[in-house]
């Protein structure tokens, strides 16, 4: 069974991927650096670059940025950010479910419609 995980460009597009196996590789290529993880709900963690912030070149992911608004962060969130399940009581990373992983690529194509038409 893939343990799924989405991807929301800084542009709000989206693709949905795989991360079994090379987690972590996965997501640091995915945020393009070193991860962070956010936890926005206990079924939902968000993987943002740590140094974001600091690196040139990364456009502000606006889907990101409202979510840690949501959570009481004014911190914006630069490029790409990867959202997975919770975790297990072990401290791992889950998949997303089919439900929440659905109602997220919702989200993010109804913000892609609202900030660029």
Known sequence: MPKQ???????LTTQVIDI?????????RAVE???????????????VNEEGLFQGGLSINQLASAF???IGSETPIMGNAVFTGGTDEDGNTLGMAED????L???ADDARQVVFG
């Not at 995980?5 to 542009?11: K, M, R, T, Y």
């Not at 650096?33 to 993987?47: A, K, N």
């Open 100 to 103: 929440v992983l659905a109602e």
């Open 33 to 47: 650096g070193l991860i962070q993880p956010v936890e926005l709900t206990d079924i939902i963690t968000m993987w």
């Open 5 to 11: 995980a989405l991807i929301v460009n800084s542009d």
């Open 105 to 107: 690529l919702e989200i």
């Open 68 to 70: 840690m608004q949501e």
């Open 20 to 28: 079994e196996g090379d987690e972590l590789g996965q997501l640091q």
